[in-house]
């Protein structure tokens, strides 16, 4: 197929924090440097979804007068709480005992989506070009074995591929340094780390799943610039969770629980263990008299230090969450993808006016704030295989008496996806009714995300084998893409007796988890038509 070819100096794959971050310093670094950056979403920051509690170190660094510039930072955080629940009681931690990697003051609560969106136009200020409805779905290598650029989604295709009369071809985008920053799973860092053996030596990847609601609350039950997080109940001692509210402008709460996706009973729902967790009376009396306006979930990356790959190759670099550089104790990691891509530009300037090899990225990433943050957080997230209690015991040992710097690194032993137990092991969980006030469906919650993909398109959300879901995974696991999928893509449905396994794709709002948690490796996201998935406002 003949392809429209276009050439740029550097090509940059994602709009989010540290892909905007890595175009906006390479402008600011050398004006003539043709950009280009590619976004799958309809509009910058629509699958942008965070917390989110900023810290505005990095943004200091790349835009030092932002507080002059209209940006969407404004709700400085005033007022920290650390709850310990149990099932109807909560035990309020001091917060001058929290490690300091933990605290918040000087930092603000915003919205990461519309903070991207403030980042693309200072982008396109200085002359980057972005095209947003382009998601970057193959990536293309020089005779040498470089990344030379990526080829962009065809359009107008039907479920089995055929040309619709809609059929437009992809693009090949070629770049003399690409930059991969897709976020957390990006589909093409997934197979740039295979195929450069990047994350040899490295601790398996570990992940979450976080969840967001976003209610307009009573103005009496609203603290603006408030900060909560709570850890325990609804899970169990052995399960890695823990909620945030995070009280935000015009009575707004942003509301949120991440769970692990380590967690060992396939008949867990973490869709469901967070709508339980609402209606803790601590909680559940902050939402009174509340609405729900928005909702979302995505996957986040919790390996850290020793689960970071290696984020060069010839020809391109990862970085952000597609490397994984979110710190796990800090809740955060919008700084250090925003700081990865400006070390990342520093290192493409470098490379294209002194012929520097792309290594440097990693000796410049070592030097950095980044890589002492991530090194001081190194031991949080594998401690807490032992159990919540030890975890936070540990933790406080960790990070209060040492500061992040005792003499050993914990490992990560196994992938997540290697975790689940039999469910003939497991205990069932009984899950009550949703009761469309405080909790809610899958249904009515995936109409709130916005998400919409063309329809007859080819399904995005591929098996390696058809028939594993039903022969295999059902009796061993009880098919548990039917509880870990935050939307309800995944179904089993009977028909004539026999099981059928179901994959609702129109419903998918691209958070990675079944491509990270499927016991088999059998599922695998790949890009669908530009455009396509949530649409996030205010996330």
């Known amino acids: 197929m003949s392809r429209e070819v276009m050439e740029y100096d550097v090509v940059i794959i994602g709009g989010g924090p540290s892909g905007l971050s890595t175009a906006i310093k390479l402008k600011q670094l050398d004006k003539n440097l043709n950009v280009c950056l590619l976004e799958k979403a309809s509009e910058i920051g629509a699958h942008i979804l965070s917390g989110n509690v900023f810290e505005t170190r990095a943004l200091d660094e790349l835009i ?29 931690w001091p917060t001058w005992l929290l490690p300091s990697v933990q605290k918040n003051h000087n930092n603000y609560i915003i919205s990461l989506a519309n903070l991207c969106r403030w980042l693309g136009e200072q982008a396109e200020a200085l002359g980057v070009e972005i095209f947003p409805g382009f998601p970057a779905s193959e990536i293309l290598y020089s005779d040498n074995g470089a990344v030379k650029g990526i080829v962009t989604q065809d359009m107008g295709l039907d479920k089995i591929g055929n040309k619709k009369d809609s059929f437009e071809p992809g693009i090949e985008l070629h770049g003399k340094i690409t930059v991969f920053a897709e976020g957390c799973r990006g589909h093409l860092g997934k197979q740039l780390i295979k195929k450069f053996d990047l994350n040899k030596g ?22 603006e610039g408030l900060v909560m997080h709570t850890a325990g109940w609804p899970l169990d001692n052995n399960t890695y969770g823990g909620s945030f509210m995070y009280h935000a402008e015009n009575k707004q709460v942003f509301l949120g629980y991440v ?94 006016k002194e012929k520097k ?81 405080i909790t809610f469906d899958k249904t009515s919650s995936v109409y709130l995300t916005g998400t919409n993909h063309t329809e007859n398109q080819p399904v995005h959300l591929q098996l390696k ?49 079944c491509d990270i948690k499927e016991p088999s490796q059998n599922i695998t996201w790949v890009t669908p038509e530009g455009g396509g998935g949530p649409k996030y406002g205010n996330m």
């Open 64 to 92: 030092p007068n932002w507080k002059e510039l209209n940006s969407p930072i404004k709700t400085k955080v005033s007022k920290e709480k650390f709850l310990f629940l149990s099932k109807t009681k909560s035990l309020s």
């Open 202 to 223: 490295k601790d398996p990847q570990q992940y979450g799943i976080g969840f967001k609601e976003i209610w307009e609350i009573s103005d009496q039950n609203h603290e």
């Open 259 to 352: 769970i692990g996706l380590d967690y060992k009973n396939p008949h867990l729902s973490p869709f469901d263990e967070f709508q339980r967790f609402k209606t803790h009376p601590a909680i559940k009396k902050i939402l009174e008299g509340g609405k729900r306006i928005s909702y979302g979930a995505r996957a986040l990356i919790e390996g850290g230090l020793q689960s970071l790959p290696k984020m060069y190759m010839s020809g391109a670099l990862l970085v952000g969450c597609d490397a994984g550089t979110l710190n796990m104790p800090k809740i955060k990691g919008s700084h250090t993808a925003m700081k990865s891509g400006m070390i990342a530009a520093e290192t493409i300037i470098e490379n294209l």
């Open 357 to 437: 090899d792309l290594s440097i990225y990693e000796d410049k990433f070592k030097k950095s704030w980044v890589y002492e943050e991530l090194h001081r957080a190194r031991n949080v997230k594998p401690s807490f295989s032992w159990g919540l209690i030890i975890g936070i015991i540990f933790t406080g040992i960790d990070q209060i008496l040492f500061r992040g710097k005792l003499p050993f690194t914990l490992r990560h032993r196994r992938s997540d996806h290697e975790t689940l137990k039999p469910a003939s092991e497991m205990p069932k969980i009984d899950y009550p009714k949703p009761d469309n006030v």
């Open 465 to 513: 084998d058809s028939a594993l879901p039903t022969r295999y995974t059902l009796e061993k696991y009880d098919e548990p893409a039917q509880r870990y999928c935050p939307v309800g893509v995944y179904e089993i449905q009977i028909e004539n007796d026999n099981p059928k396994f179901v994959i609702n794709s129109q419903n998918c709002i691209h958070c990675k988890t």
